[in-house]
């Protein structure tokens, strides 16, 4: 079964979003893509790693945007499914 884009709306504050692209997945480089972003409000963005690191996202004026403590939660919640995700893009390359 092929992978899908995948966009994962936060039950708790649908401004943010957890969206999977397994076109950003890069075997040879693993630090080259960003295949877990997410996105939350005035288009503040990071990596999973980084929002879930930090608890902030980064604005277009390179302004730190804290992510509320429940979804961070949701975020940290999703740790299995995004590892899970790369993991099953990595598998589909090698298998090409």
Request: charged share 25%; proline share 6%; hydrophobic share 35%.
């Amino acid at each position: 079964m092929a992978l899908e884009l995948e966009a994962i709306h936060c039950p708790f504050d649908k401004r943010y979003v957890l969206r999977l692209d397994h076109r950003e997945v890069y075997p040879d480089d693993p630090g080259q893509g960003t295949p877990a972003m997410v996105e939350g409000p005035g288009g503040a963005t990071a990596t999973y790693g980084a929002a879930t690191d930090s608890g902030v996202l980064m604005d277009s004026a390179c302004t730190d945007r804290e992510i509320p403590a429940n979804v961070q939660d949701w975020l940290c919640s999703l740790e299995d499914r995004v590892e899970t995700y790369i993991n099953e893009a990595l598998d589909a390359q090698e298998a090409n």
